[in-house]
């Protein structure tokens, strides 16, 4: 065989390759794999310019893939002080009084909804110690902030506003205006006025994160989102990605059938290691915001609604793109919006099978469950979610939809008994973008979710690795370790299989190569 450009030996190789499971090294050669072997088969593979790295032992698995991330658009999202730690109402206080102005505003993220302890989110609860500075706070679920009154006025905003998608900006029932904007567009109105940072910080920014994420082990990520295209192309023209994006921009209420058009002419455009593939829809929002559609109202008497005012126009949209071959993911928290998402599938026919999937699927009944596997639509859960909820259901999410609700929590290994296919993610910035904390934590869910079963190790790996490739429509060129297919892979310093889960958390990552490239190698 010609020579390669790269051979790793001294490992054991967990290939997932049914034809040969395990091996003792690998040769790459131009982005793809050339040959699966033994160390007796290095020689035959190596030339003068072959980089040889010996793995001393390091378990050699498939690249790692988060199947759900905002890399680009999550610049953004992470501006200012993070407040992810904060754990009270005090605590957040204390933070705001401390935390650097942008421009003269307070910009946080990451701010948990149990903070407040059942109370609304209310601006009254932090102005004073804001000293009247503009405010904005995203809280972790991405979907709502908390504004200052000097922001809604920065904003223009003095009263409540309709929106083409389920939104609004709450107001206290003698209509005063709280600062509690839920769901994007309300949120928008704010951002469009805010501080940004430059385009130099966020290129220098992008680098620099896509780098700490390859770090953890990933090769991928499946960018539920539109990001900043020319940015990312800029950066790929100039430096090799760590981390092969494949982007999904959104489709939201109101889009026409320009829109959709629009959206479909997009697909393919690209460049090394990024292109865009699919489409982002919305079917709710979140179980903290009061947003995600449920069958029955939570207990607040919220959740009956859809995120798209008419949900029939949602299932035209993705029946327009099917036709046109367009893959789509839609973003569903509560058990209505999966069975309306299931449903519109269902209507499509055999020819959808393995093309659509539902995001997040925070809780659903039995016969939601089984729906996925016969229908073939597959489920792209995010495990580290389920550490913003508690055990014992005192948690914002189970309180609001009850005990029965808060029981079926994640129900990861449910779904994958059932023969669905399971794609496993993050959701950075939501939740941290550690592929090992995903790994560990499909095998045991936290808080609400962990009375029951997680995931065991092989299928946890396979939601990164196999049945992420599924997901992106990618499994005849990624997810195994086979000649031919793409030389993303991933060396841990353990077997991610057979180690107990906490050990995967913490799990040492020997080399990460995303299409040939080594994009990161432990010192």
Not at 382 to 402: C, E, F, I
Not at 482 to 488: S, V
Request: hydrophobic share 45%; with cysteine.
């Amino acid at each position: 065989m010609p020579t390669t450009d790269l051979v790793l030996t001294g490992a054991r190789v967990r290939t997932l390759d049914p034809r040969r499971p395990y091996a003792g090294a690998v040769a790459v050669r131009d982005g793809l794999i050339a040959a699966v072997g033994e160390e007796s088969d290095v020689r035959d593979w190596r030339g003068p310019a072959t980089e040889v790295v010996d793995l001393a032992g390091a378990t050699l698995v498939p690249g790692l893939a988060d199947c759900h991330s905002h890399p680009v658009m999550g610049l953004d999202m992470t501006t200012g002080t993070d407040l992810s730690a904060v754990r009270d109402l005090d605590g957040l206080r204390a933070a705001l009084a401390a935390a650097e102005r942008v421009d003269g505003w307070v910009i946080g993220f990451g701010l948990d909804h149990n903070v407040f302890d059942g109370r609304p989110v209310d601006r009254s609860l932090v102005e004073d110690v804001l000293g009247g500075a503009p405010a904005f706070l995203r809280l972790y679920d991405a979907h709502s902030a908390l504004v200052t009154g000097a922001a809604l006025d920065a904003a223009g905003v003095t009263g409540p506003r309709a929106f083409a998608q389920r939104s609004h900006i709450a107001a206290d029932a003698d209509g005063r205006l709280t600062g509690h904007l839920v769901e994007h567009a309300a949120m928008e109105l704010v951002t469009a006025v805010m501080p940004r940072p430059s385009y130099a910080v966020r290129r220098a920014r992008l680098v620099e994160l896509l780098s700490a994420m390859a770090a953890t082990g990933l090769t991928g990520a499946h960018v539920m989102d539109i990001g900043d295209l020319d940015l990312v192309g800029a950066v790929a023209e100039d430096t090799v990605l760590p981390l092969r994006l494949r982007f999904a921009p959104w489709c939201m209420p109101g889009a026409d059938k320009d829109t959709l058009d629009e959206l479909v002419s997009l697909q393919g455009r690209g460049g090394r290691h990024w292109r865009v593939g699919g489409v982002k829809f919305f079917m709710d929002g979140t179980v903290e915001g009061g947003t995600a559609w449920l069958d029955h109202p939570d207990c607040h008497g919220q959740g009956t609604e859809a995120f798209w005012p008419d949900p029939a126009a949602y299932s035209e949209a993705v029946r327009h793109l099917d036709t046109a071959g367009v893959r789509t993911a839609t973003h569903t928290i509560g058990e209505a919006a999966v069975r309306h998402v299931l449903d519109t599938v269902e209507s499509l026919g055999a020819g959808a099978h393995l093309t659509h999937r539902v995001e997040h699927i925070e809780s659903v009944p039995d016969d939601v469950v089984a729906r996925f596997a016969r229908l073939g639509v597959i489920a792209s859960m995010q495990p580290p979610h389920t550490a913003y909820t508690r055990a014992d259901r005192t948690d914002a999410w189970s309180v609001r939809l009850g005990q029965t609700r808060a029981g079926r929590a994640w129900r990861l290994r449910d779904l994958r008994d059932a023969g669905a296919v399971v794609a496993l993610g993050s959701d950075w910035p939501v939740a941290h973008y550690d592929v090992r904390a995903v790994l560990a934590t499909a095998r045991s869910p936290r808080g609400a979710a962990s009375a029951r079963a997680g995931l065991t190790g092989l299928e946890a790996l396979e939601g990164c690795t196999t049945h992420a490739a599924v997901a992106a429509g990618e499994a005849a060129v990624a997810g195994r370790i086979r000649q031919g297919f793409r030389a993303d892979l991933t060396a841990l310093g353990l077997d991610p299989v057979e180690a107990p889960a906490d050990e995967v958390a913490e799990a040492a990552v020997r080399l990460t190569v995303t299409g040939g490239h080594i994009v990161h190698r432990a010192s």
